[in-house]
């Protein structure tokens, strides 16, 4: 710190404070400080002569750089600065510029060979970049063209499969009902041939029973026949009995004259030969009865006759029907036989025919895929060609730029 001493001169002093509590005869209670001066003038005297020796040895020191930075400029700085002017035109674009003063042995000539040598070697690089660029801008103009070719048969391309997809696909739907039609068809067939199986079974079967009903006819119509014998037979013995009756008849009227004759011996015997009278009549009466109930017998047997007589014709008449019937059948049925193999082999057919047809919509719907696949890549071919022609362009641009 700065203060003056007791002769008012200025100085600069120090001061650090001091412990005592433990020296004898000293009071605690003070506070004791060490304090150190020295004069100001005599400090300042010794700054000012450091600072003039320091200031007399830097502007010698200033001298001697000032004489080397102007002998630097002269060696280094111009030839640099040269071949910075060299280097900017360069990077101007103007490649033509040379090197050829820098044939030094030091730095600089060492930097400037390599310089020129980058220089060369851009220009021999410029120079193929620019036959590089003319090729691509020619490449790419002929793979625009034959890329918008492309595209366009491409797209007639799609067009045409996709006609040709509509197409598969109703060939498909209508293979897809000729197979189920076809399939009706064969159903129908193998229906019509049980129907006919069955419709010869019953003409078996028809043919079969008319054939027992014409042997129960015959049956019938030799009972009938025998019947017929008998209720001759029968009826001869109604005439034999109605005989007798008539005798009987006149026996007891012969025998109620006698009897009459007799008087009363004869009453018992004129009893019984009414008695016989009356059975003689009754048996007369019950053989007239029979009698007409065997001729209502013979006409319905007769009836019968003749009824199993056309029943036997009708039977032969229906089997022979039956018979006719049964080879037509037999016929219907070998031709619906054959036409359900057909309609098999047709369903068959049209089955296969839907597959083929399917795999082939399935072919075309793949294909469509690929050509809209095709038709979005050549899209985005063209758009890349087109990018490329682009960027071919904006290079030749960058190459022109340069001079070489």
């Not at 020619?138 to 045409?160: F, G």
Request: proline share 0%.
């Amino acid at each position: 710190m700065s203060a003056t001493d007791y002769r008012g001169e200025a100085t600069f002093s120090a001061y650090l404070n001091v412990h005592l509590n433990k020296v004898k005869d000293l009071n605690p209670d003070f506070k004791w400080i060490v304090v150190t001066e020295i004069s100001a003038a005599e400090v300042l005297h010794s700054a000012e002569s450091l600072g003039q020796r320091t200031t007399f040895i830097t502007l010698c020191i200033a001298a001697v750089i000032g004489l080397i930075a102007f002998f630097l400029a002269k060696t280094f700085i111009g030839p640099l600065t040269v071949l910075a002017g060299q280097v900017s035109k360069a990077s101007e674009g103007d490649l033509t510029v040379r090197l050829e003063e820098f044939n030094r042995r030091d730095e600089i000539g060492v930097l400037g060979q390599a310089v020129g040598s980058m220089l060369d070697s851009l220009r021999d690089q410029v120079r193929r970049i620019t036959e590089v660029v003319t090729v691509l801008s020619s490449a790419a103009a002929d793979i625009s063209s034959t890329v918008a070719q492309l595209a366009t048969s491409t797209s007639k391309t799609s067009a045409a499969v996709t006609e040709t997809t509509t197409t598969v696909e109703q060939v498909k739907q209508a293979a897809k009902v000729s197979s189920e039609k076809a399939k009706k068809v064969s159903s129908s067939a193998q229906q019509a041939v049980q129907v006919s199986e069955s419709g010869k079974k019953a003409t078996e079967d028809t043919v079969h029973g008319m054939n027992l009903i014409k042997d129960q006819m015959e049956s019938i119509g030799e009972t009938v026949v025998r019947l017929s014998e008998h209720s001759q037979a029968i009826e001869d013995i109604i005439n034999a009995v109605q005989d007798i009756a008539d005798q009987s008849n006149l026996l007891a009227v012969n025998a109620s004259i006698e009897a009459a004759r007799a008087g009363d011996q004869g009453k018992g015997f004129a009893v019984v030969a009414y008695e016989i009278k009356n059975l003689a009549d009754q048996s007369k009466k019950a053989t007239e009865q029979v009698k007409s109930i065997l001729n209502d017998t013979r006409k319905w047997v007769n009836a019968v006759v003749m009824a199993a007589e056309q029943g036997g014709k009708a039977v032969d008449a229906g089997v022979t029907q039956s018979l006719v019937a049964g080879e037509a059948i037999q016929s219907l049925a070998s031709s619906v036989a054959t036409s359900s193999q057909a309609a098999s082999v047709i369903d068959s057919t049209s089955e296969q025919q839907f597959i083929g047809v399917d795999q082939v919509a399935r072919a075309m719907a793949n294909i469509e895929h690929a050509m809209r696949q095709n038709l979005d890549g050549t899209s985005q071919l063209e758009a890349a060609a087109k990018e490329l022609e682009e960027l071919g362009e904006f290079l030749r641009g960058l190459v022109h730029r340069y001079k070489i």
